[in-house]
């Protein structure tokens, strides 16, 4: 069943049915990237060569000289950066603007999660979370008696400014059959209320604005060729509760004092998180979700918390997205090298694993019939080191993991500021090296 | 019950019975100093049992936590009690960059083994760590960074550190770190990991 789900959200990517073709050639390119990296994902088919698809962050801004203050506030001028990045550049598989998000829009709700270029950080420099405990330790109940209640009355107040007053809405199910129902909605009468409505109003403006120009960009690169490399998002509920709301100092003392409770959290975040994935891709008409993992990493967290905290909510959205023919693309940052076993359990060809750090000739021993792998040139390499020993990298990664399909060429993390030219020695290593 | 027994609560993350026994020894007249030396002893354990892969960051944070109830208990105590120290370490964030995870736990290792650390938080200006420098006469400058895109600000920390005649050893510590990236900016040191940060500081300090 998940089987043919997964061929037909595959056929569907590779399709391209809402994608305007500029010409046959482009249509013929950007279905031979999309099966390219279909035969390395399912491992039942070798791919013709090894597909290349960088982790690009702002690169493509610092690549056509815009600071990260440009791309934020100057929609233009960022996606003439991403048209230009992908062009020059030819990745098998490109990232979109989405990593430059709306400063303005931001700005409209005083987003309180962030400091970004024009907020608290020069313009130059990536805009940068700010992890606190939004939840307290004792709001767990809260929590998990009604998730989405505690989003909308306690969690958004405290991270947008703009939407302080919504502390005194009164919770949505208290709309029912009952005669005084009228009560619920006094709150909306409050003009204070209402100009926080005003924010959310000229919010959704900026993020209709923002939005039109990214899904632009992306109709002009794909109808040029070049496939997305996501198609949707979402993230681990232990990542959820550790960077949305409790901070990784929160949640690691939770693991101590009140892990009955974390669990419980866990369990009423999972079934949410799916949700999430599931939507996003679906609406994208491509299989692919991001899921950036954070805190489950070696040196994090022990085998034992890693297995009981970390891995048992994760798997399930992992298995709930493949279950619905998505593919989990999972972007381990840091090492994964003690964690390699657990992931060992996974179904064969429905996931990617990104690595960073982790070793990558035993992960290609212990994952090799399960997953695809993708990674791992180092950030400091392509920050500081020659064309040429990228290219040397590359050419033994390819060997060592390339070997029989199932790898993807990429950065081991974010690629920002780096020099052109080693991004070009990236991407041509792909097509040096990589034909099977 | 002994000082031996708190080191060993603090090392075994038994929270309930560090803060029981520091309320005992207080109450039994121990000097809260010789108390103090007691979690401190218990710290350099757990930073060693980090370095040996058996503990996590999970027990690095929570080990924070005992120490820091540990430590509201004895504050009053030890007003006027001058602590000694190895030596006096500046740390910072640098410019440009906000995250302070890896550089709290670092503090955290620092002192337990008896530093006494100057911290100068996020964000920090190379102005404000040459101020530090200059006031501190510090022989060791910890500079933490997570984004790559604030290279530049080590390496320009390091330079204005160094332009004003100030040669303290420095260490940067972080995820993507590494020789090349030392040998870049012109530090002394690099770490990826606490235990990294503690040998180095061993090593200036002859400790």
Same mark, same amino acid.
């Given at each position: ?436 | ?66 120490m820091k109830g540990a430590m509201d208990i004895l504050e009053p105590h030890l007003a006027g009690e001058s602590t000694e120290h190895k030596g006096t370490i500046v740390i910072g964030t640098v410019r440009g960059d906000i995250h ?32 530090? $420098?200059? =006031? !501190?006469?510090?022989?060791? +400058? *910890?500079?933490?960074?997570?984004? %790559?895109?604030?290279?530049?600000? &080590? /390496? ?20 993507? $770190?590494? =020789? !090349?990236?030392?040998?870049? +900016? *012109?530090?002394?040191?690099?770490? %990826?990991?606490?235990?990294?940060? &503690? /040998? ?8």
């Amino acid at each position: 069943m998940a089987e043919e789900r997964q061929e037909r959200m595959l056929a569907l990517w590779a399709e391209g049915q809402n994608v305007q073709f500029a010409n046959e050639e482009a249509e013929r390119a950007y279905k031979e990237r999309v099966i390219r990296l279909k035969d390395a994902i399912q491992l039942k088919k070798v791919p013709d060569r090894v597909p290349v698809c960088p982790v690009t962050g702002l690169f493509p801004a610092y690549y056509a000289g815009l600071t990260v203050r440009d791309a934020m506030y100057d929609y233009e001028r960022a996606a003439a950066a991403w048209r230009k990045y992908v062009l020059d550049f030819q990745p098998d598989a490109y990232i979109g603007m989405f990593l430059a998000p709306p400063g303005r829009f931001f700005e409209i709700l005083d987003y309180r999660l962030y400091k970004w270029p024009g907020r608290g950080t020069p313009p130059h420099t990536s805009y940068q979370c700010l992890e606190s405990e939004y939840m307290k330790a004792d709001e767990y109940d809260v929590l998990i008696q009604d998730p989405s209640d505690f989003w909308i009355r306690i969690y958004l107040p405290r991270i947008f400014g703009a939407l302080k007053p919504w502390e005194k809405l009164a919770p949505f199910t208290e709309v029912l059959e009952i005669v005084m129902t009228c009560g619920s909605f006094i709150p909306f009468g409050f003009p204070e209320v209402q100009a926080a409505f005003k924010a959310v109003f000229e919010a959704g403006n900026e993020a209709v604005r923002w939005a039109s120009i990214v899904r632009s960009v992306d109709q002009d690169l794909q109808g040029q060729g070049f496939p997305a490399l996501f198609g949707g998002v979402t993230k681990a509920p232990f990542d959820i509760i550790g960077d949305t709301l409790r901070g990784t100092h929160g949640i690691m003392m939770d693991m101590y004092r009140r892990p009955e409770k974390l669990l419980k959290a866990l369990d009423v975040l999972t079934p949410l998180a799916i949700r999430m994935g599931v939507s996003s891709a679906r609406s994208a008409g491509h299989p692919l979700v991001f899921i950036p993992l954070h805190k489950g990493a070696d040196g994090f967290l022990s085998d034992k918390q890693f297995r009981t905290f970390y891995w048992p909510s994760l798997k399930k959205v992992i298995m709930g997205l493949i279950e619905e023919g998505l593919v989990p693309f999972l972007f381990a940052e840091g090492g994964y090298n003690s964690r390699l076993e657990v992931i060992s359990e996974l179904p064969r060809g429905k996931t990617v694993w990104l690595f960073e750090h982790t070793d990558m000739a035993r992960a290609k021993e212990v994952l090799g019939d399960v997953a695809c792998l993708a990674g791992n040139v180092p950030i400091t390499l392509l920050t500081l080191g020659t064309p040429q020993e990228i290219k040397d990298y590359c050419k033994h990664l390819i060997n060592l993991v390339g070997k029989g399909g199932g790898f993807i060429l990429s950065s081991g993390g974010v690629i920002d500021d780096i020099n052109p030219e080693n991004m070009r020695a990236l991407i041509e290593s792909a097509k040096e090296f990589g034909g099977y | 019950m002994s000082k031996e027994a708190l080191s060993k609560a603090m090392a075994e993350l038994e929270e309930e019975q560090v803060i029981a026994l520091v309320k005992e020894l207080l109450g039994s007249g121990v000097a809260p100093l010789e108390i103090v030396k007691a979690l401190q002893e218990g710290m350099v354990e757990v930073g060693n049992r980090f370095e040996r892969g058996d503990y996590f960051l999970s027990e690095l944070v929570m080990a924070g936590e005992i120490m820091k109830g540990a430590m509201d208990i004895l504050e009053p105590h030890l007003a006027g009690e001058s602590t000694e120290h190895k030596g006096t370490i500046v740390i910072g964030t640098v410019r440009g960059d906000i995250h302070d995870l890896g550089k709290n736990i670092v503090v955290m290792l620092l002192k337990g083994a008896g530093y006494k650390v100057v911290d100068l938080g996020v964000d920090v200006p190379k102005e404000k760590f040459v101020e530090a $420098v200059k =006031e !501190t006469g510090a022989p060791l +400058v *910890g500079m933490s960074v997570l984004l %790559t895109s604030c290279q530049g600000a &080590l /390496k320009e920390t390091i330079e204005a550190l160094r332009a004003e005649g100030l040669n303290p050893k420095v260490i940067i510590g972080g995820n993507y $770190v590494n =020789e !090349t990236v030392k040998k870049h +900016v *012109g530090a002394d040191y690099f770490a %990826t990991t606490a235990s990294d940060g &503690l /040998k180095a500081a061993a090593e200036v300090f002859g400790a």
